[in-house]
């Protein structure tokens, strides 16, 4: 936003200061601020300014595990070990003796119904296995081992079966999740900071980073899990590995399609083949839009949209495969009912996860808005060209007295509308620039005087109309100004000026 106009404006928006349940505003300065009120029941991820993907509202707990390096003075006022199990210098070693499973105890360190993020690491690996009841997926070999559980029992039992090896760093910390804190997303190369907005969406893949869980189906693959790090910058991502040509790693979804909807499929890749990512033959029939968007960490999330034309009960088939022989880091696994791949949705515990609804609304006050005139102002872009109504307003909290700035339901469609009790007063649209890129939108209302401007130029007028009475106007929200129509996408900047602004102003502020 042009600098020089900043102290015209007595509202704006920039990606800034939030905290669980409200947006704050850059201005009004002073009391009372009319923050934007907003919701979401669920914690999101989003790219930071690292270019790195992270959980909003994700946290860690402290450790939880006592003596989980077994270097305290003496690990047996700790750990209940069973027949194979000894302590040495910094570990627990198991001897493979018995045939049968020997457990090393620490009681009362989870609760039963909460999830943790568990790790261990295994060193001198002979033979055998471990694995932690809650988490049932065993593991060998040396390396450092990281899984999700949600606890069944209070007590952490590691469990070697015939394991011959030994065993360090134990640690189980609680994920604790804090809903309705907005997100502020950088673009993949970290760059154009945005209030980010998407509607609810579920990832259907119960595993989306464990590929060697059994519901993934491996045809000549090889997976090597939790040995390279990932877009989130930790070491949880996995390396598959083709030994052949045309050998693939799939997951099957039954579902009901419809004629004309959609579903998406992703995944990042430290690969942009183009062919890497498919839907398999028993997927119902359609038409596919793909894309391939790149990180600045060596990742690159691949994603394709099939909208069906044959609406059946069947399987949709995910499809990670190579045309040649490579072997390729792989992570974040999604599928969902949408006609666009959304931010990434973990599911980390075999089941499958929703994201929330997101909601900004209840900013501004009469006295803050000049009914009279103004200018509303966004930088915003669209998460997908999908024909469907997203809008940004400034009203009574109906539809009735309103200005509002809409992405419509044509491709590339962009809308803006003044009406004043009930009745149209001014209309203007354009069809000449693509939504899903950042655009500067500046709407102009004055009696008899609209204008609509974008990226510099004014593209549209209307000379006759009316405008409003004294204090009509009190709320500005990303929707249509009585809760339908929201607006799902990325907001740079948003702005209300309670005059309206001269065509220079206007040139310098979209501009």
């Known amino acids: 936003m042009a600098e020089g106009l900043l102290n015209k404006a007595s509202i704006i928006l920039t990606p800034t200061g939030y905290k669980a ?89 989870t609760t039963i119904g909460k999830t943790y993020l568990v790790s261990y690491e295994i060193l001198n690996y002979v033979s055998g296995s471990l694995f932690l009841p809650n988490v049932g997926s065993v593991k060998s070999g040396n390396g450092i081992h990281t899984e999700y559980i949600t606890a069944t029992q209070t007590d952490l039992k590691v469990t070697g079966i015939n394991f011959n090896g030994s065993i360090t760093n134990v640690s189980f910390k609680e994920i604790i999740d804090t809903n309705n804190i907005p997100r502020i ?113 060596g990742f690159y999330r691949h994603t394709l949209t099939r909208t069906f034309t044959v609406a059946t009960t069947n399987t949709v088939q995910f499809i990670i495969w190579d045309a040649s022989v490579g072997n390729y880091v792989i992570w974040g696994a999604q599928l969902e009912e949408q006609s666009y791949a959304t931010s990434y949705i973990p599911t980390l515990t075999g089941s499958t996860v929703t994201r929330a609804t997101e909601t900004a609304t209840g900013a501004g006050s009469a006295t803050l808005i000049n009914s009279t005139e103004g200018v509303l102002y966004a930088e915003i872009a669209a998460l997908a060209d999908d024909s469907t109504l997203k809008s940004i307003s400034l009203s009574d909290s109906t539809t009735a007295n309103r200005v509002i700035i ?30 899903t890129n950042l655009l500067k939108i500046a709407l102009k209302y004055k009696q008899n005087d609209f204008a609509l401007w974008i990226n510099g130029t004014e593209v549209a007028t209307d000379n006759s109309g009316s405008t409003f009475s004294t204090n009509t106007l009190n709320t500005l929200a990303f929707n249509n100004g009585a809760d339908g129509e929201a607006f799902y996408g990325k907001c740079k900047a948003l702005a209300v000026f309670d005059e309206a602004l001269s065509d220079d102003e206007l040139n310098n502020l979209t501009g």
């Open 21 to 109: 349940g409200t947006l704050y505003n850059v201005a009004p300065i002073d009391e009372p601020y009319e923050d934007f009120d907003f919701a979401r029941a669920s914690v999101a991820s989003r790219v930071n300014s690292s270019g790195l993907v992270e959980m909003v509202g994700r946290t860690l707990s402290s450790e939880l595990v006592t003596c989980g390096d077994f270097s305290c003075a003496d690990p047996n006022d700790y750990w209940t070990i069973e027949n194979t199990w000894t302590f040495g210098s910094g570990v627990a070693n198991g001897n493979g003796a018995n045939g049968s499973s020997e457990q090393l105890v620490q009681s009362n360190v």
């Open 185 to 297: 997303s950088y673009d993949s190369n970290g760059e154009n900071g945005h209030i980010l907005l998407e509607p609810t969406s579920t990832n259907l893949i119960p595993y989306s980073e464990d590929f060697s869980d059994s519901s993934w189906i491996k045809v000549g693959v090889t997976i090597t899990s939790n040995n390279a790090v990932s877009p989130d910058g930790t070491t949880n991502a996995s390396t598959v590995s083709f030994s052949a040509a045309s050998q693939y790693l799939l997951y099957n979804k039954n579902m009901t399609t419809v004629i004309g909807e959609s579903v998406s499929i992703s995944i990042f890749a430290d690969t942009n083949t183009s062919d890497f990512l498919s839907f398999g033959g028993a997927t119902p029939s359609g038409t596919d839009v793909s894309n391939i968007e790149t990180l600045n960490n």
């Open 406 to 435: 809409n992405y419509s339901n044509q491709s590339n469609r962009l809308t803006v509308d003044v009406r004043v009790g009930g009745i149209g007063q001014a209309f203007m649209q354009t069809f000449s620039y693509t939504i």
